[in-house]
């Protein structure tokens, strides 16, 4: 149930083509659909622009196919389910046809919202192994409405490289770093553009690099201004803060 199901709903009844009888039993499941094992938020788009999001480790095949249902049964026109394996994405579908499973970035996602929402984000990692975490940060950008530039393979070990596509980067409104190893990319690409730095710290490293735990502090530590930093392998938290962002800031031609 977002804002627009729910103006249409509510005009329904005032043009009498819908019964206060009908509508009741519509509006019966808000703000929250109580299954047992969940409690589904119907909610969440009317609140936060996106439906709730199902995180897929944890929950059953059957458990998720009932979420997914129940989401799109309350009104939920576009769904996405995160760290989704094969089983999980096959549950969605069987819920939901036509769901698309994007296997790099371990998303599953469903229909769309009913327009697109303004501003660019620069979705830029440092090397081929950080494109999970990535993609998943990309997909949702999409997801929720924004467009996504996807700039790839542009750590600090050739900085030539990043140098090459600063003016890609410098067009977007936020700007999401991915990178493992030291994380360095975050605070180089902090100090070369004016706009805010979601960093994503990712699990992508040696031994010393402690599953992400290296970049993460390195990325904490950025002298550079403006770079927050997210959990290690957070590439959807990281584009929903930087959806948030670009919702926020006034279209201009840079971010528009």
């Known amino acids: 149930m977002d804002e627009q199901s729910l103006l249409t709903l509510l005009r329904a009844v005032r043009a009498g083509g819908l019964t206060e009888t009908e509508a009741l ?44 249902r129940r989401l799109a049964g309350g009104g939920a026109t576009a769904l996405l389910a995160s760290r989704a394996d094969r089983d999980a994405a096959a549950a969605v579908a069987r819920a939901l046809p036509g769901a698309l499973y994007h296997e790099t970035a371990r998303l599953v996602s469903w229909g769309g919202l009913r327009q697109e929402r303004p501003g660019l984000a620069a979705v830029v990692s440092a090397g081929t192994a950080d494109l999970p975490v990535a993609e998943e940060a990309a997909l949702t950008l999409e997801a929720v409405g924004h467009k996504a530039d996807r700039v790839y393979d542009v750590g600090v ?88 962002i670009l919702s926020a800031a006034p279209p201009t031609p840079a971010n528009a």
């Open 157 to 244: 070990a050739g900085l030539h490289r990043l140098l090459a596509v600063m003016g890609r980067i410098n067009a977007a409104g936020v700007v999401v770093v991915v990178a493992g190893m030291e994380g360095a990319l975050a605070s180089v690409v902090g100090g070369l553009v004016s706009a805010p730095v979601v960093a994503v710290p990712t699990s992508v490293g040696y031994g010393a690099s402690f599953g992400g735990l290296a970049a993460l502090l390195s990325m904490l530590n950025a002298c550079a201004a403006g770079v927050g930093v997210v959990n290690i392998d957070n590439g959807f938290g990281a584009a929903m803060l930087a959806a948030k």
């Open 25 to 68: 039993e519509r509006l019966r499941t808000m703000p929250f659909e109580d299954v047992g094992f969940a409690r589904i938020d119907h909610h969440r788009a009317l609140r936060q622009g996106f439906p709730e999001v199902i995180f897929c480790p944890g929950k059953t095949p059957g458990q998720i196919e009932e979420i997914a």
